[in-house]
């Protein structure tokens, strides 16, 4: 109740000074004004005076720990705040009283480097290693670098890689994606394992952090394998960026359509919510243009 009425007190306040026809530029001014009390009127002098707020900067420094706690990989938003809520400020607080998981402490052995960008350059060799390991396994196995990648971008987060196989023989790329990871590993390219391997249907992923034998920095990269038919609308999906995406599968559904990153469906059927309660017709997956074709987009 008490922040309802003071969201309400700095309204009334900020209307108040809005209507004012020259500046503020005392705490004698400010406190004359209807609608703004002493303590307001004591924050307007503070920042006419020193151009800040300190219970702002207070409260700026609390946004950033939980952000640096939510950082580190494994952890998130909830764990990061109940952490602060115990009064752990820095990392050596959370080393000391935290048990963490596995993953938490990978997440923070390698803190300072997974938040560096990637430069290009280190993305192409990395993903050129990758399709080599591929490549000797099947030679039918296609390696895609997705993401701020295939965009074009200077640098990248994180290293995303799509693979698929034409498999015109009947053979997946399931089996080959786990020897990949092995000999990953095994060339010491592959450094710690974020996730198990998991199998979605056709669809493998894979969550870890990588570094090139002789480099000095470790690198998330994500793996997913995604059936040969489908690629075209993994491509959209992977390639983004999020707005791109979200845009493209609102075109669809004011379509009465629905695009994910397994294709494009139309006959769907809607619940109240807006959810769809059936899997709808496939119209297009192989690839992008298919998928653009169909939604009316020109391709360029």
């Keep these: 109740m008490n922040d309802e009425w003071r969201t309400i007190s700095y309204r009334k306040a900020i209307s108040a000074l809005k209507r004012q026809k020259k500046p503020i530029t005392s705490y004698q001014e400010a406190i004359k004004i209807r609608g703004i009390g002493d303590r307001t009127a004591e924050k307007i002098a503070e920042i006419i005076e020193t151009g800040n707020l300190r219970r702002l900067q207070h409260f700026s420094e609390d946004d950033e720990v939980i952000k640096k706690f939510s950082d580190i990989w494994g952890v998130g938003s909830a764990i990061a705040m109940k952490w602060y809520a115990k009064g752990y400020r820095t990392f050596d607080d959370i080393i000391q009283n935290v048990k963490l998981t596995r993953v938490q402490r990978i997440g923070l052995e390698c803190f300072d480097d997974l938040r560096e960008r990637i430069p290009r350059d280190e993305v192409t060799e990395i993903s050129k ?7 000797r396994i099947d030679p039918k196995l296609l390696c895609i670098t997705v993401g701020s990648y295939i965009r074009g971008k200077p640098t990248c987060g994180d290293i995303d890689i799509l693979i698929t196989r034409n498999n015109t023989d009947g053979k997946t790329s399931s089996g080959p994606f786990l020897k ?51 690629l075209g609308a993994a491509l959209l999906s992977f390639t983004g960026n999020d707005i791109f995406n979200r845009s493209m599968r609102l075109l669809a559904r004011k379509k009465k359509m629905k695009l994910n990153n397994h294709g494009l469906y139309k006959n769907i ?24 074709d169909a939604l009316g987009v020109p391709w360029r």
Excluded: M, W
Aim: proline content about 2%.
């Design 129 to 135: 290693r990758v399709e080599e390991a591929a490549c």
């Design 180 to 230: 990949l990871l092995n000999t990953l590993r095994e060339q010491g390219l592959l450094t710690h394992d974020l996730t198990k391997h998991q199998e979605e249907n056709a669809t493998s992923r894979y969550f870890g952090i990588c570094k090139l034998p002789g480099g000095e920095k470790y690198r998330r990269i994500d793996l997913f394998t995604v059936p040969f038919n489908e």
């Design 269 to 292: 059927s809607r619940g109240r919510g807006g959810d769809s309660l059936t899997e709808g017709t496939l119209i297009a997956q192989r690839t992008e243009r298919e998928i653009f």
